[in-house]
């Protein structure tokens, strides 16, 4: 007499340890792509708020610079982008170049030069790009800064720093270069005291004859719009893994019902 296939006998193998060594992973799986797509959920609105900002703020109109950044205050990181305008004289004498700035493609420096107010205080202005010289030790051509009094217009920016940059700041760099843009670490070196934050220039009165490179305007991009689609793919894996972990049940539970019924014929043939 044959023996008929219960449910229970079709799926014993879920119990054998190949089987039980794929449910651990598949209940690993599932949580770690849950956390994933939380994340990238996550980092899509943290971007998609500070794309809003950043566009908010640009299309802003200029405001004078000490209004947002009074002498010893800190700069405000929801006022970066923010246009400002600033008038005084340019002191080339403590100009800067800033190493490993690329722009285009290609890298160069930027030229960092402090402009002086009327009240005695200063403000760090990044006038532009420019490329590097023809090899590693030759000084780059940087346009002078303009003479006299001017008005300056731009995107206030936050003092850089390596956490917030990425780079290293490292002594024993040529005379008049620096690697960040930092404001405590430029005003030790200056008799005045400077506001904090930078301008990254986009205009000036009276224009300059010559002048860097301008630094272009931030792409704001999609707002975290790949973050989005990277959070909707791990949670579409979920899917797929435990489809396929269903998928696969079901296939060696068919395999062996297909098998007991082979055997169960062989033997009433016999």
Not at 125 to 139: F, I, Q, S
Not at 146 to 158: A, D, H, K, M
Not at 163 to 190: C, Y
Request: proline share 9%; aromatic share 8%.
């Amino acid at each position: 007499m044959s023996t008929v296939p219960t449910l229970g006998n079709v799926y014993r193998f879920l119990l054998t340890p190949r089987w039980l060594a794929l449910h651990v992973v598949v209940l690993l799986v599932i949580p770690a792509f849950v956390f994933l797509g939380r994340w990238q959920f996550g980092r899509y609105e943290e971007r998609s708020s500070s794309s809003h900002q950043t566009t908010a703020n640009m299309s802003a109109a200029p405001v004078p610079l000490e209004g947002l950044v009074p002498p010893g205050a800190p700069m405000r990181a929801h006022d970066r982008y923010r246009p400002v305008t600033v008038t005084g004289t340019f002191d080339a004498g403590a100009q800067l170049l800033v190493r490993r700035r690329v722009q285009d493609t290609r890298v160069g420096f930027y030229v960092l030069t402090p402009l002086r107010t009327a009240d005695g205080v200063g403000v760090l202005v990044n006038r532009g790009w420019v490329k590097a010289g023809a090899t590693a030790d030759a000084p780059p051509e940087v346009p002078p800064p303009s003479t006299g009094e001017v008005t300056v217009t731009g995107r206030l920016q936050p003092s850089e720093t390596e956490e917030t940059t990425g780079i290293r700041n490292r002594p024993g760099l040529p005379p008049g270069q620096v690697l960040l843009i930092n404001t405590e670490s430029v005003g030790r070196g200056l008799p005045y005291k400077l506001l904090d934050g930078y301008v990254e220039l986009t205009g000036q009165q009276p224009q300059a004859q010559a002048a860097p490179a301008p630094v272009p305007a931030p792409d704001v991009g999609g707002g975290g719009g790949l973050n989005l689609a990277y959070g909707v793919q791990w949670w579409l894996f979920i899917g797929i893994a435990i489809g396929g972990w269903i998928l696969l049940i079901r296939r060696e539970a068919a395999d062996l019902r297909a098998e007991a019924a082979k055997g169960e014929k062989e033997t009433v043939d016999a």
